[in-house]
């Protein structure tokens, strides 16, 4: 490698710009023991964030966006890893203060790489990316709190059409869940979320929350994408023993809620964090991702280069963005 091309974000006299350069210099891109050729990236709410002034994701300039990636190993110093294998990195401080995915070209350290798994291409891996990695981790956490296929629980997920919740419906549809809701924001979306696999629609304007500790049990379990206000309104609608996972705050960072859900209807509330977990956890439910709940040969993508992914990011800040975008970077 020479040069190489990627999107970078750089400060100017406090304004925040970015845009695809070429002729980049390896010295740009941070220190780690494995060299990868990017073969796809993904879109994901964060990676909005990281290109806007005080967005909290990017600590210093210039900087090369992209929470995640799948590649090929081109130079490496750990023995662990050889040059040609297939691999993906999603998450730890990458697109935040480690350069990331929107790139030709990625070095980080090989304590944060995955192994491709079997059944699974790059391409595929990133039509998943932090987002389904997200989505398989909320399923994976509240099946442990006892979602399960064989009992008629009412499912609910939020922020429905969006990178999370899109995938979430897949999932929970090819796992064979028949009791799944879609909770959605416009009426265009009603009929996207039917096809994503949700049985039941609710459109957001037509849910007359009761503000009250508890209103009436109507969800078992919630997958919950938005946070905020939304799931504030929400707990009280959980069943006994429901749960709720919370994995984003699209709708805010306020949490407003009294105990009582919790101590007279026995809710849990889970937090999913996908950025930080272990490496036999990551491993683990790429796995599953990769096999029972591979839901990649079905999904609906937009397939984008390098060059429109300014065009794809100003979607997702105006709202316009639907499901889940791979930055092929080998176009
Ligand atoms: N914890 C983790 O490790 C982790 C990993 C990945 C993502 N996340 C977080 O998860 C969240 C979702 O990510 P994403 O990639 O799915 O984002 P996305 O593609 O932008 O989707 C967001 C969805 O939420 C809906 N929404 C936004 N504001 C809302 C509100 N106030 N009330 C109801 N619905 C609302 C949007 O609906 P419209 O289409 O109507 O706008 C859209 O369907 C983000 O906060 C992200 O940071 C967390």
């Not at 130079?75 to 990331?100: F, I, P, R």
């Amino acid at each position: 490698m020479n040069t190489f091309k990627a999107l970078v974000v750089r400060e100017n006299n406090g304004y925040i710009n970015y845009q695809v350069e070429n002729h980049l210099k390896k010295d740009m891109l941070d220190d780690g023991e494995v060299l990868i050729k990017v073969a796809y990236s993904s879109v994901n709410y964060k990676d909005m964030l990281a290109v806007q002034k005080n967005g909290g994701v990017i600590q210093s300039y210039p900087m090369i966006p992209g929470i995640d990636f799948s590649g090929t190993i081109e130079e490496s110093t750990d023995s662990n890893y050889a040059v040609g294998q297939q691999v993906l990195v999603t998450g730890y401080n990458m697109g935040m203060t480690h350069t990331g995915g929107f790139s030709e070209y990625a070095r980080v350290p090989s304590s944060w790489i995955v192994r491709l798994p079997e059944n699974l291409s790059m391409k595929e891996a990133m039509i998943f990316g932090t987002a389904g990695l997200t989505s398989a981790l909320s399923i994976f956490e509240l099946e442990k709190n006892g979602m399960n296929t064989s009992l008629d629980q009412a499912i609910l997920v939020t922020g429905a059409t969006g990178g999370v919740g899109s995938i979430a419906l897949q999932i929970l549809s090819k796992a064979g869940y028949k009791n799944i809701t879609a909770l959605v924001r416009r009426k265009n979306q009603v009929q996207v979320a039917k096809k994503l696999g949700a049985q039941k629609v609710i459109l957001l304007s037509d849910f007359e929350f009761k503000k009250k500790s508890l209103a009436k049990q109507t969800f078992n379990y919630i997958l919950d994408t938005v946070g905020g206000e939304l799931i504030s309104n929400l707990l009280p609608y959980v069943c006994y023993q429901g749960s709720v996972s919370l994995c984003g705050n699209v709708g805010g960072i306020k949490l407003n809620t009294t105990v009582l859900p919790f101590i007279l209807r026995g809710i849990n509330l889970i937090g999913i964090d996908s950025v930080n977990i272990s490496q036999d956890y990551r491993q683990m439910i790429w796995s599953k991702m990769a096999k029972e709940w591979k839901i990649t040969n079905s999904t609906l993508f937009t397939d984008i280069t390098l060059d429109e992914l300014p065009d794809t990011i100003q979607l997702l800040k105006e709202g316009k963005h639907l499901g889940r975008t791979v930055v092929d970077i080998t176009k």
